[in-house]
């Protein structure tokens, strides 16, 4: 099997219809949604076909080490060996459906005393474990078992998020929050994650994590009816900012090894094959003359935004394959477009934060736009000159408020939602080309094409529920990185700026630089890529 491309931690291959090609894969043992939906267990040393991006195709998981500090993953009432709290709940063991089609979930159940209802572990700070500023992802299984609320993450530090069991939706989350995830695996059986940054508010230094159930008016404080609760299996606890696939403890802390993928050379195959749609592909080398007078960036094969040199080919991964990507020259006139918080950046009935989430390049450097309490429209904007024919783009993240519009006085707005990543509605017949394009960890490039001329303001409005005039709450609010605007119907690769407008070179590929470009014809996916 040849692999073709590789996003974030899947690898991914055509199907293969010979042994050329084969590559060995030395893995732990780890769990994969199977094409069932169910979690297998695959054996150590075995390719781990993974199904859970929900398109019926397996990816092969690959995935760096991991240490998970839960001992006892599926049993709640060992959560983890540190000192532990069960506050006012009960238990039923192995009462529900858990994730393998076993019955080993664990029923959680609010006590009938009027309390907050929770299960915590504590690791103090004596144990060595973690420290202030850690980045922690605390994960698990969960479905309703009558209440349908929970609260997943830490606390002390405003380092938890709410969710709807029902529906399986994110509702809102606290400060520290950086992001989450919610994946479906069949019998109302939701794997959900939190990944925050551990800051303890009280001053004591200890990490406290696990679950909170609300009652299904969403009271933190309730009598509890005592048959009531919210079924748990599969706990994690790890130091990253990325949620792997689960990791099983019974009575141990686990380090899952990395993975490591080798690709081999047959014996007596002088070059490696493969067949699409019946036809042998052989890759092909053509020496190209490439230039670029400028940096350029890309997405790298980790889902990331990086900036390369001049000169320098760009290898982009948006799509998930390794692609030769050739653009002509654009300017981001968008000035700042990174700092939000820059006095150009007109904040109406809105505050911003800096800081406030990782960003699509890997660096805690989004803002959070968070909507005033009054009543009317709550945006940013800056001015600018539109010429006829520009497109508008920026990197954004659901938050409290998971949609944002684009647009301006001369053409309305239009609305894109940052959790189903869909255009909801487009603002006149001026706004034309809206696409909405996902990210990693859960940011979404939004971008218009705007038909009009003259000084007119970019607005990025915040919406609820597809209205953007509305009376807001104060608290609430979304993350954005990344402006730009440009000539053109399309977005092209994001060209950071600050104080002055930027201009990405064109890439030449009959310049004067030679180099190897190496390729599997006639599909056009990229193999690899070597200077010369």
Same mark, same amino acid.
């Given at each position: 099997?040849?692999?073709?491309?590789?996003?974030?931690?899947?690898?991914?291959?055509?199907?293969?219809?010979?042994?050329?090609?084969?590559?060995?894969?030395?893995?732990?043992?780890?769990?994969?949604?199977?094409?069932?939906?169910?979690?297998?267990?695959?054996?150590?040393?075995?390719?781990?076909?993974?199904?859970?991006?929900?398109?019926?195709?397996?990816?092969?998981?690959?995935?760096?080490?991991?240490?998970?500090?839960?001992?006892?993953?599926?049993?709640?009432?060992?959560?983890?060996?540190?000192?532990?709290?069960?506050?006012?709940?009960?238990?039923?063991?192995?009462?529900?459906?858990?994730?393998?089609?076993?019955?080993?979930?664990?029923? /959680? %159940?609010? !006590?009938?005393?009027?309390?907050?209802?929770?299960? =915590?572990? $504590? +690791?103090?700070?004596?144990?060595?474990?973690? *420290?202030?500023?850690?980045?922690?992802?605390?994960?698990?299984?969960?479905?309703?078992?009558?209440?349908?609320?929970?609260?997943?993450?830490?606390?002390?530090?405003?380092?938890?998020?709410?969710?709807?069991?029902?529906?399986?939706?994110?509702?809102?989350?606290?400060?520290?929050?950086?992001?989450?995830?919610?994946?479906?695996?069949?019998?109302?059986?939701?794997?959900?994650?939190?990944?925050?940054?551990?800051?303890?508010?009280?001053?004591?230094?200890?990490?406290?994590?696990?679950?909170?159930?609300?009652?299904?008016?969403?009271?933190?404080?309730?009598?509890?009816?005592?048959?009531?609760?919210?079924?748990?299996?599969?706990?994690?606890?790890?130091?990253?900012? /990325? %949620?792997? !696939?689960?990791?099983?403890?019974?009575?141990?802390? =686990?380090? $899952? +090894?990395?993975?490591?993928?080798?690709?081999? *050379?047959?014996?007596?195959?002088?070059?490696?094959?493969?067949?699409?749609?019946?036809?042998?592909?052989?890759?092909?080398?053509?020496?190209?003359?490439?230039?670029?007078?400028?940096?350029?960036?890309?997405?790298?094969?980790?889902?990331?935004?990086?900036?390369?040199?001049?000169?320098?080919?760009?290898?982009?991964?948006?799509?998930?394959?390794?692609?030769?990507?050739?653009?002509?020259?654009?300017?981001?006139?968008?000035?700042?477009?990174?700092?939000?918080?820059?006095?150009?950046?007109?904040?109406?009935?809105?505050?911003?934060?800096?800081?406030?989430?990782?960003?699509?390049?890997?660096?805690?450097?989004?803002?959070?736009?968070?909507?005033?309490?009054?009543?009317? %429209?709550?945006?940013?904007?800056?001015?600018?000159?539109?010429?006829?024919?520009?497109?508008?783009?920026?990197?954004?993240?659901?938050?409290?408020?998971?949609?944002?519009?684009?647009?301006?006085?001369?053409?309305?707005?239009?609305?894109?939602?940052?959790?189903?990543?869909?255009?909801?509605?487009?603002?006149?017949?001026?706004?034309?080309?809206?696409?909405?394009?996902?990210?990693?960890?859960?940011?979404?490039?939004?971008?218009?094409?705007?038909?009009?001329?003259?000084?007119?303001?970019?607005?990025?409005?915040?919406?609820?529920?597809?209205?953007?005039?509305?009376?807001?709450?104060?608290?609430?609010?979304?993350?954005?990185?990344?402006?730009?605007?440009?000539?053109?119907?399309?977005?092209?690769?994001?060209?950071?700026?600050?104080?002055?407008?930027?201009?990405?070179?064109?890439?030449?590929?009959?310049?004067?630089?030679?180099?190897?470009?190496?390729?599997?014809?006639?599909?056009?996916?990229?193999?690899?890529?070597?200077?010369?």
């Amino acid at each position: 099997m040849i692999p073709s491309g590789k996003k974030v931690s899947k690898l991914y291959s055509v199907f293969p219809e010979d042994g050329t090609g084969d590559f060995t894969v030395v893995t732990d043992q780890k769990y994969v949604t199977g094409s069932t939906g169910l979690l297998e267990l695959v054996p150590a040393n075995t390719p781990a076909f993974d199904y859970s991006d929900g398109s019926g195709c397996p990816a092969l998981l690959v995935e760096t080490s991991e240490l998970n500090y839960v001992k006892n993953t599926e049993e709640i009432n060992k959560l983890v060996d540190w000192n532990y709290n069960i506050s006012y709940t009960t238990l039923s063991l192995n009462s529900g459906l858990d994730p393998n089609g076993s019955n080993t979930s664990d029923l /959680v %159940l609010p !006590s009938t005393s009027s309390s907050r209802h929770y299960i =915590v572990g $504590r +690791a103090e700070s004596s144990l060595g474990l973690f *420290t202030l500023n850690d980045v922690i992802t605390i994960s698990g299984f969960f479905t309703q078992g009558g209440y349908k609320y929970i609260k997943l993450g830490g606390y002390f530090g405003n380092e938890n998020a709410l969710f709807d069991l029902s529906t399986g939706t994110f509702i809102s989350k606290l400060s520290n929050v950086l992001s989450y995830t919610i994946k479906y695996f069949g019998n109302d059986i939701y794997r959900i994650s939190v990944t925050y940054t551990f800051k303890n508010s009280i001053g004591n230094g200890y990490l406290y994590a696990g679950i909170q159930i609300l009652d299904n008016s969403q009271l933190e404080t309730y009598v509890g009816d005592g048959v009531s609760g919210v079924y748990v299996w599969g706990m994690n606890v790890v130091k990253n900012n /990325v %949620l792997s !696939s689960y990791i099983q403890g019974i009575g141990t802390w =686990v380090t $899952r +090894a990395a993975d490591v993928e080798t690709v081999t *050379t047959p014996a007596g195959v002088t070059s490696i094959t493969e067949t699409i749609g019946g036809v042998e592909q052989t890759p092909i080398t053509i020496p190209i003359n490439f230039e670029r007078a400028s940096t350029a960036t890309r997405v790298n094969e980790q889902g990331l935004i990086e900036t390369v040199g001049i000169d320098v080919p760009r290898i982009d991964y948006t799509s998930g394959v390794g692609t030769f990507l050739v653009e002509g020259a654009s300017t981001n006139l968008v000035l700042w477009s990174e700092d939000f918080s820059n006095a150009s950046w007109i904040k109406i009935l809105s505050t911003i934060t800096a800081n406030a989430n990782i960003a699509p390049d890997g660096t805690l450097t989004a803002y959070k736009i968070v909507e005033n309490s009054g009543s009317g %429209l709550k945006y940013i904007q800056r001015s600018t000159t539109f010429t006829t024919n520009d497109s508008i783009s920026i990197f954004a993240k659901a938050g409290e408020r998971t949609q944002l519009a684009i647009g301006n006085a001369a053409v309305g707005a239009s609305i894109f939602d940052l959790v189903l990543g869909t255009v909801v509605s487009s603002g006149s017949s001026n706004i034309k080309n809206e696409k909405i394009e996902l990210y990693e960890d859960g940011w979404y490039r939004i971008s218009a094409n705007v038909i009009v001329s003259g000084s007119f303001a970019i607005q990025f409005f915040i919406s609820n529920q597809g209205v953007v005039n509305y009376t807001g709450n104060g608290t609430s609010g979304l993350y954005i990185w990344g402006a730009q605007q440009e000539v053109g119907t399309e977005a092209t690769s994001y060209i950071p700026t600050t104080t002055t407008s930027v201009t990405r070179a064109a890439d030449i590929t009959n310049g004067t630089t030679p180099i190897d470009l190496t390729y599997r014809a006639p599909n056009g996916l990229i193999n690899k890529i070597i200077m010369t």
